[in-house]
């Protein structure tokens, strides 16, 4: 079995997080950048199958700039067996539109039996991407696992929501994204970052995979403005005179809060 493991390198959370406000796409310098947490849990999800069923195929696939390639071979360190990392300067502010057309490719070219993501991003949030792939690879999606099970020919997991919890379960080839439900991702070892640097890795453009993300054939999304956040206000302090009471829930319904 062939699994691939969508990963992607994000400003770490602890970290500032700016936007830049000529260009309305995130400052990545000015922060360090580190690969996305869920990326790690979805790639344990990938190595614990590998680990018990010998034969299977890890492959990390990231849409980076060339910059990301060493957080890319981090997942070779954790025990990925190989990794293709898509570089284009054409892809600079990609939307997810883009962004699944791209990475939909790249999966085609490496060939897989099941992909593995996260939910969503730690930077644009934006939830959608794994659906939107399986969209584009023509097969079943399972999206924000809390538990996955793999087997030869089906994937199966739970998924919670506000209502109580489904199982649900898909044939391979399949795409599913998970949630930090899933166990925390393994340390890398000395032997691992050192096999890092001779394991397979891959650098393709858009021209490798055929794609064209020429506006006028594939139109992206487009941000009309952008802005600082607001400096945050003084808060509206109440003396209490006999009338707190009365005040806050003038205030809530003045701010529709109640």
């Known amino acids: 079995m062939r699994i691939v493991v969508l990963v992607k390198e994000v400003p770490d959370t602890y970290g500032d997080r700016k936007l830049n406000l000529e260009t309305g796409l995130a400052d990545r310098g000015a922060s360090d ?14 190595l614990s199958y590998a680990d018990a069923h010998e034969g ?24 990925a067996g190989s990794a293709v990392q898509v570089v284009d300067d054409a892809l600079a502010g990609a939307d997810l539109g883009v962004t699944a ?6 999966v085609k070219h490496t060939g897989f039996d099941l992909v593995i993501t996260g939910n969503l991003s730690t930077d644009g949030s934006g939830g959608v991407l794994p659906a939107m792939l399986a969209e584009h690879l023509g097969v079943p999606q399972a999206t924000a696992l809390s538990s996955v099970e793999i087997s030869e020919g089906s994937v199966t997991g ?28 393994r340390l890398a070892s000395f032997k691992g970052i050192r096999a890092a640097k001779t394991k397979p890795f ?24 952008v802005s600082e956040k607001p400096p945050r206000g003084a808060g509206v302090k109440i003396t209490d005179e006999g009338d707190a009471g009365e005040q806050l829930a003038a205030f809530l319904i003045e701010n529709r809060l109640a």
Not at 203 to 220: H, M
């Open 33 to 46: 950048r580190v690969i996305d947490e869920i990326g790690e849990r979805a790639l344990e999800v990938a």
């Open 158 to 185: 739970t998924r919670a929501s506000d209502a109580g919890t489904a199982t649900v379960t898909a044939t391979l080839p399949a795409v599913i994204s998970i949630t930090e439900a899933l166990p925390d991702a």
């Open 56 to 79: 299977t195929e890890v492959v990390v696939v990231s849409m980076a700039p060339d910059a990301a390639a060493g957080s890319v071979r981090k997942g070779l360190a954790m025990g």
């Open 202 to 225: 891959e650098t393709l453009s858009l021209a490798d995979l055929g794609v064209d993300v020429d506006p006028a054939v594939a139109p992206q999304t487009i941000m009309t403005a």
């Open 101 to 106: 057309r791209v990475l939909a490719a790249a």
